[in-house]
Every structure is written in C-alpha cells, then in structure tokens.
C-alpha cells in the first residue's frame, strides 16, 4: 500500500541531501515470515533509518522496581551474542552505526542508523541487542552508576525537581506517577534476574511497530525484517495498565532553594490522543502558549509586562491519560505575579476561546510548518512507529493538515472549554518566589 504525502515543504533533508516532498511515498512491508514494517524510500542519499517500537515501557516496572525499564533498555548495546561490551560498541563506532534505545512510559523505542552499504550488518547487530543481550554484571554496574549520578544531579536541577513534583501529584497512585529513571533506592536494587525478566516479558514481534526510512527497496527490506526481528518471541508479557484518574487538585507547591530565579511547573488533565476534539484543543493550545513569540500567554507575561524570560504550555498524551502542561522562570520577585496572569489567561481562554483571526493564523502556521517535524531519517523513521502506536493510520501524513484545516470557531472553543480549568491548574514551583507559598 503507498501513500504520497503532499501538502508539506518543499523540500525535507533526509541524511544530508533533500528530497521532494512530494516524491515521498509510505509503503507498507510485509515479510514472508509475516513482519510488517512501514517505509519510506529515498534513493537521493545512502542512509538508512529504522526505529521499531515495543509496547511496554516504564509503565511496566513493577512496584518498587522503578528505573527497571530505563536500565533494562541502556543496556542492549553493551555487549550481544559473540560480542562483550567493548567489541559491540567498537563494531558500532567503526562502521559509523548509530545505535539508541529510549523507554518512553508506555513504549520502549530501538532503533539505528547507518550507510546503506552496511545495512545487513547494522541490522545484524540490531538483531542480537534486542535478542541475545549479555547483561553482563560488569556492565550492568558500569551503566547503573552512570543512571544514579544522573538521578543524583537531577535531584537539586529546579527544573527536574520542579517536572518531577508536578507529575507525582498530577498521577498520585498511578504507574505512570512513578520516576522512568528511577529512584537511587530502587536502582540500586535492581538485580540481573529482574533485567533478564523484563527483556523476555516485553520484546516480542506481538505488538512491534517498525518504521523505515531511506536508501533501501521493499524487496530488500523484506528478507532483513525476517532476519532482524524474526528471531523475537512471538508473544511477551505485559500487564494491563489503568486508566489514569484525573487528580488535578489545583495546589501550589513551592520548594524553597536559595537561586535567584524560580522555575515553575504547572497542569492539569487534559484530553488524550484519540479524543475527537483532540485537533482542535491543539490549535487552540498554539495559540495560548504553544507558538512561541506569537502566543498569548508570551504576549502577555513577557512582552507586554517583562515578567518573564519564557513562558510556554503544551499537551501531553499517554495511553491512559491526557494532560495540558506549561512552564515559566521568571525572578522570584515576578514569580506570583506571572502565575497570577497565567491563571487570567488559562480562564479568558476557557470563557472566551480564540478568536477568528487567531484561529486562522495558527492553522496556517501549523500547516505550513509541519515539514518541520520530518527533518531527518531518524525523525521520519521514528514518527512512522509513533502513528502506529497511536493507531492514526497509514494515511495520517496525508491526512493530518486537513484535520486541522476542518477546525471551526465552534470547535476551537469547545475544545477550550474542555481543556482549561483554572480552577484545577495544579503549580509547582522551585526557588524563593515572594509571596508564595510556605517551605518545603
């Protein structure tokens, strides 16, 4: 099955070398052992991208083991099949392989980058890392000091403690409330049978979305995907995860630290992925905070009253939850201040909505700036396993302009009055802002 995607930028630059959008083409993949894959040919530079995606995630770790998803992942490129840590990624550096690996909450996302000409090693070694990792407990060691000096770090970085707070309250309860890191509590007590455990439960070609970009055919694509991911386990294992209840308590924290700017965190529950007015509230999200410069939340904290060097709101979808979120740092004396207009402008949105002229602005921005998001292999191959995974459907890039173009004022305003709730907006903010607050 093809897809051409038109109606983006001129021109997206896949590797180092552009290609016309229009030219670009989806095909749907599908192995003669039953694999499918999603690809974007491209012949105009010898790269190749493929990102494959598991469903799982963070949202997996059992209770108390959080960080299990995080180190399981930072270890699948330390050491596979014949080869210990050194010799995997020496074989990595000298033939110039990108190798990264992310657990997202409800996802855990592999994927590489290499020339053409030496796919069917890249793809070789993708192979063992997702199949025949070592996990060997000298590098499981060397990786699980590595992810404490980082959770270490973030635990006096403001803008971490500040993340970190906001979510614990917004999901109180709840799996994905849990740090994806992890804790140095339960890093440390990680253990190899807890990582061996969590590879087998959930790498398996049940549920595995693959997106490739770049120089290769269909037909060349189909005996690597037998050979790359044929060798996983039909099924793995995951436990269902709940619906996330939507506790936004409306609370302002502040966790006094003596720095002289403060960060603030703040949210609530939104909607998610597949609700139908999800298009519109992201219009409408632009234009609070989302675009920048243009936005209204921008125009009115820093441009027109310097009360801030940044302010910005955006949503965030999960499997199980929806939530808008947005950010400020502002001098402590403005931190009140800021929040005070922040909470003004969150409410006018959600009595008033945007207007006609705004709407139609960030509709043509939005349109007109998508190509943006497909600026590389990497970014391409990535977002053809994120439709998967939100099951948006092959034909989504061609699509996904149109669903905006088709939003109304009734909608735009709707989907407002669903998405703000002032009342509910729950603050966390870090530093010594005057006039907020008691310790914490």
């Known amino acids: 099955m093809f897809l051409r995607i038109a109606a983006v930028a001129a021109t997206l630059f896949l590797g180092s070398a552009g290609i016309a959008a229009e030219a670009l083409e989806i095909q749907r993949v599908v192995s003669p052992g039953g694999i ?3 690809l974007i040919q491209d012949r105009s530079a010898p790269i190749l991208a493929v990102q494959a995606g598991f469903r799982g995630g963070s949202a997996q770790d059992p209770a108390g083991k959080d960080g299990l998803a995080n180190l399981t992942v930072s270890l699948l ?17 000298n033939r ?44 499981i060691e060397r990786v699980r000091a590595s992810i404490l000096a980082a959770i270490q770090r973030d635990a006096e970085n403001p803008q971490s403690l500040a993340w970190r707070t906001l979510w614990q309250s917004l999901f109180d309860g709840h799996v994905y409330g849990r740090q994806s890191r992890g804790t140095l509590e339960t890093v440390k007590a990680l253990t190899r049978d807890d990582i061996v455990a969590y590879h087998k439960a959930q790498f398996a070609r049940e549920g595995l979305m693959i997106g490739v970009v770049g120089d290769i055919a269909p037909e060349e694509l189909k005996p690597l995907l037998d050979r790359t991911f044929g060798r996983l386990p039909a099924k793995g294992r995951s436990d269902a995860v709940a ?11 502040v966790i006094r630290r003596p720095i002289p700017q403060s ?6 529950f939104g909607i998610k992925r597949d609700d139908p007015d999800f298009y519109a509230a992201y219009v409408v999200n632009y234009i609070l905070g989302g675009g920048g410069f243009g936005s209204r939340l921008m125009e009115e904290v820093r441009e027109k009253r310097g009360l801030a060097y940044g302010v910005s709101s955006y949503m965030s979808t999960f499997n199980r939850a929806g939530l808008v979120l947005g950010t400020v740092g502002t001098e402590n004396a403005q931190a009140a201040a800021s929040l005070e207009l922040i909470r003004k ?4 949105m959600r009595e008033e909505g945007p207007t006609e002229t705004e709407l139609e602005n960030a509709k043509t921005y939005l349109t007109g700036s998508f190509a943006l998001q497909l600026s590389s292999t990497t970014r391409i191959a990535r977002m053809l396993v994120t439709i998967q995974a939100d099951k948006l459907g092959i034909d989504y890039l061609d699509k996904r302009n149109a669903y905006i173009e088709k939003v109304t004022i009734d909608d735009a305003r709707r989907a407002a009055r669903r998405l703000y709730d002032p009342d509910r907006l729950t603050v966390v903010v870090v530093g010594d802002p005057a006039g907020l607050g008691a310790a914490n």
Do not use: C
């Open 77 to 93: 490129d330390e050491g596979a099949g014949p080869y210990d840590s050194q010799q995997f990624q020496g074989r990595l550096e």
């Open 96 to 139: 110039s392989i990108e190798f990264g690996a992310e657990a997202e909450r409800d996802n855990v996302m592999v994927g590489l980058r290499t020339i053409a000409d030496r796919r069917d090693e890249a793809m070789e070694l993708l192979a063992l890392a997702l199949t025949e990792p070592r996990f060997e407990q000298s590098a």
């Open 263 to 268: 960060v603030v965190a703040f949210g609530h």
């Open 36 to 38: 499918e894959a999603w």
């Open 243 to 253: 619906e996330a209840a939507a506790k936004s308590p409306g609370t302002t924290t």
């Open 345 to 348: 402008e969150w409410r006018r």
